[in-house]
């Protein structure tokens, strides 16, 4: 079936172009009405995304409550348990970065060859047995070892879930799409750093066990219910590591691309500063405890919930290079706002400010780069857009942990609120070079 369309495309020029993306699925694209009450939204997704779209969405919302109860706390149970400098911490979440980072460069064609599917399932098991194995460990080698097997297969999950999202969703509702897949995960994020700060307060050995249970159980649900959906394009293609890393240099090519590779890289730093250190920042310094900083990431967790889709139907209007500069530029301010404050609100205004941001920023980012690249090398796009996680979550909290130690606490927000506006300077000189081509900024 083909279908016309106008208006603002995710590469941000103008488009009128037909195009054969709805035959992905047996559903035409539908237009929302002016007026639509709660209920009917929740018909209309239901009856606009497959099945399989909604075992993702609930499989994720059970898996990301489980993660969540251990991700804000980990630099605190880690650092409890070797009583180590922060910066030595924090090396520990570096390595599993580095690890993440190496991994993103096959994980796409690794998706591309044996499929969504199975990366999928792969990635949750390892993960939730990594989490089983940091309960008796007790040496920085072990936590070192387990970071570095988790950050190795962490990116199959990520790039096969995208994948399949852009595999199973036409190229016009792919923007909501992740939306909802991200509401999803931030129902997750609310509930789980709020219990799992009330578990933590009596035993960490019990919330990593659950969070590994979910991981796990996420993990079956996909092996049993879901349905590959790798293309046939890219099922033809075989190639070795030397081939596969020529396909990644054949993409930077894309000049435009890889600079908002770059600008997004520079978000994540800012980003992963504040997620890995904010708690241990404010449990040192200001005297909070687990149940109550795990409020602050639940905050961020209900705006998106409440406020992501309407943001993205907002946002899709605009050119989506101006949206990403706007957004970045909000966590720049967002993290370097962190030094000013002095207790629980402040950190909460920080956060909020730097939610607004990634309300803006990351559908954006995912909706552009599945629609940039070609069907056959979709895997290898979003591996790339997946390394810029790896890449800036490896420089962020090591180098908040050398401020801190090397200079004082403060030092951390301004290094990451100075990352922020860099990445910001980047696709704002996207969006500008882009208006000069004849779109609207």
């Known amino acids: 079936m083909l279908v016309r369309d106008t208006g603002w495309d995710t590469m941000g020029t103008l488009y009128s172009f037909h195009t054969k993306d709805s035959e992905i699925m047996d559903k035409p694209i539908r237009k929302y009405p002016v007026e639509i009450t709660i209920l009917g939204k929740l018909k209309h997704y239901l009856k606009t995304y497959p099945s399989q779209f909604w075992l993702l969405f609930w499989g994720m919302l059970v898996s990301t409550t489980g993660m969540s109860m251990v991700w ?78 988790r950050g190795t297969f962490q990116p199959l999950y990520s790039v096969g879930s995208d994948a399949m999202i852009a595999d199973l969703v036409p190229a016009g509702q792919r923007s909501e799409a992740y939306a909802l897949t991200r509401l999803s995960k931030n129902v997750g994020v609310a509930i789980g750093p709020a219990l799992g700060g009330i578990l933590a307060a009596t035993s960490y050995g019990i919330t990593f066990s659950i969070a590994a249970g979910a991981a796990v159980f996420f993990s079956l649900l996909i092996a049993v219910y879901a349905i590959e959906t790798l293309p046939d394009a890219a099922r033809k293609i075989q190639e070795n590591l030397r081939n596969n890393l020529k396909v990644y240099l054949d993409i930077f090519k894309d000049r435009v691309f890889f ?100 309300l803006m920023v990351i559908p954006t980012a995912s909706t552009y780069t599945a629609n940039r690249a070609p069907e056959n090398m979709r895997g290898r796009y979003m591996s790339l857009l997946a ?29 990451g609120g100075t990352a922020g506006i860099l990445g910001a300077l980047i696709f704002l000189s996207l969006a500008l070079t882009t208006s000069k081509k004849g779109a609207r900024i």
């Open 72 to 149: 804000p706390f980990l630099v605190i149970y880690i650092g409890a348990e070797l009583s180590l400098p922060l910066s030595v911490v924090t090396s520990l979440i570096t390595i599993n970065a580095v690890m993440s980072l190496l991994s993103s460069l096959i994980a796409g064609s690794i998706t591309d060859k044996i499929g969504r599917k199975w990366s999928m399932v792969i990635s949750l098991a390892v993960n939730g047995g990594a989490l089983v194995l940091m309960i008796p460990a007790h040496t920085y080698g072990q936590f070192a070892l387990i970071m570095a097997v």
């Open 259 to 358: 600079r908002f590779i770059l600008g997004f890289t520079l978000r994540q730093v800012a980003d992963s500063i504040l997620w890995v250190l904010l708690g241990a920042y404010a449990i040192d310094n200001y005297g909070l405890t687990e149940n109550i900083y795990g409020l602050i990431p639940t905050v961020n967790a209900v705006m998106v919930v409440f406020l992501q889709v309407f943001v993205t139907r907002k946002t899709t209007k605009y050119n989506p290079l101006s949206i990403m500069a706007l957004g970045t530029l909000l966590y720049g301010i967002g993290v370097g706002s962190v030094a000013l404050g002095s207790g629980f609100w402040g950190f909460l205004i920080s956060m909020v400010i730097v939610t607004i941001g990634e």
């Open 387 to 415: 390394l810029t996680w790896g890449a800036g979550s490896m420089v962020g909290p090591l180098l908040g942990g050398f401020l801190n130690d090397s200079f004082n606490p403060a030092a951390i927000w301004y290094g």
